[in-house]
Each structure stands twice: as C-alpha cells, then as structure tokens.
C-alpha cells in the first residue's frame, strides 16, 4: 500500500503559467515533507522541504503548501520554464529519529515554450 | 551540499553473476543510505550503510542478496548478488549530514540490466 501517492503521472503547462504538482499521504506520523526534481540519467535533486509544523514555505519560484488535515501537498512553480520540465518526487519522512523517506512515484512535468 | 559520485554509472549483466556499486562523496557525512527505483516505481530505501559496522537493511531487503559496505565516512559500496532480471532497477546512493530535518543529497544512479 502506497503511503505517498503522486495520482497524476505527467502534467504539461505553458511557459510563464502556474504549475500545481500535488501530493497525498496516508501515514499521519509523517512530519517532514520534500520535493526533489529529476532529470533523465541524473540523480534526484532537492527542491524544496516543509515541516509539518507549518503550512506554507516559499523559495524563489517554488512554494509549498501543506494541508495537515486533508493530508496533501502541492508544489507550485510560478511562473514555469522549460528548464523546470523533469520528473518531480514527493518524498516524506516520519517523525524524529527516522531517517528513512518514503517516495511517491512521480509526475512528470512538461512545460511547453 | 555534497558532490556524490558513483560508479558504474551504467551495467548490462547476465543473470547468476554479481556487480559492486561504488558511492564515493567529496566530504565526510555522517549518513549514507541505499536506493532502487523499480521500472515506474517510486524509489525504495534498500537499507542504511553504517559505517564501521553492519547496514542495516529495510523490510524485504537482505544481506546476503545486497551486501553493503562503508569502510569510511566518505565510501560505500553496494553488491547486487546472484542478478536476476527482476533486479533491473536504477540504484541510486544518498547521503545526509544526520541532522533530523537535514536533507538527502542523491548521487546521480546506476541504472543496472541484467540479462
């Protein structure tokens, strides 16, 4: 059973438009919460972490909002660039002392010029 | 953050035989964690490299099909042993400097076929 679930596998967007990755989870021990982008033949890359304790944290064009009682996440990149086009990873981490990240499978992210 | 290298960067192997991954990061970290990312699969954490002692390995994971090794704080290996297609995956090396809300850094993978 998927603890961390990425329900759309590919979302395409205009250049300078707003993208809304999004992300669910079922484990409520979850308390730490990051993105990481991918580029093909490349590691994942961080992005950008939020911590269960807040609601909003914000880093250039990427914020991330966090809704404790719906259990979802969502990555918005405004405005979006072509260089933004990857696979993008939620990932997240349950409690202190865990070091372990449990990921979701993807949405790949095509932002066309 | 750190600078993770890993080697081979890709493998073609045939099934029975075993290939040794090598993770080499560019400063000390007190983290170094194992991943595999299925075909269209979320990345999986096969097990934590420790070093100067045993990994110690996730649910479905064992040694002696993934035997690890971490002889410093900067070097890791990871074996795949006794390849079958079915371990066909992309392997990937992290690390973390072990702070609680610290963030893995990936290594760039070894995208692995076996034959």
């Known amino acids: 059973d998927q603890q961390v679930k990425q329900n759309s596998p590919s979302l395409s967007v205009q250049e300078g438009r707003i993208s809304i990755l999004n992300c669910d989870y079922t484990n409520s021990m979850f308390d730490y919460f990051l993105w990481y982008k991918k580029y093909p033949a490349e590691g994942p890359t961080f992005l950008i972490s939020i911590s269960s304790i807040k609601d909003k944290n914000e880093d250039g064009r990427f914020t991330v909002f966090l809704n404790k009682s719906a259990k979802h996440l969502s990555l918005h990149i405004v405005p979006s660039q072509p260089g933004d086009s990857a696979v993008y990873f939620c990932?997240?981490?349950?409690?202190?002392?865990?070091?372990?990240?449990?990921f979701g499978k993807g949405t790949k992210l095509s932002v066309i010029p | 953050s750190a600078v993770i290298s890993q080697k081979p960067s890709r493998d073609i192997c045939q099934r029975g035989t075993s290939l040794t991954i090598q993770c080499q990061v560019d400063s000390q970290v007190t983290m170094m964690f194992w991943y595999r990312q299925q075909p269209g699969q979320s990345l999986t954490l096969i097990a934590t490299?420790?070093?100067?002692?045993?990994?110690?390995?996730e649910s479905g994971f064992v040694i002696d099909k993934f035997p690890i090794s971490r002889p410093n704080l900067t070097f890791s290996t990871l074996t795949v042993s006794n390849m079958s297609p079915e371990d066909s995956s992309i392997y990937l090396c992290?690390?973390?400097?072990?702070?609680?809300?610290?963030?893995?850094?990936f290594g760039p993978g070894t995208r692995l076929t076996v034959l």
């Open positions: 992290s690390v973390s400097s072990g702070l609680i809300t610290d963030t893995q850094y």
């Open positions: 490299a420790n070093q100067g002692s045993e990994a110690t390995y």
């Open positions: 990932a997240a981490r349950a409690g202190a002392g865990s070091y372990q990240l449990t």
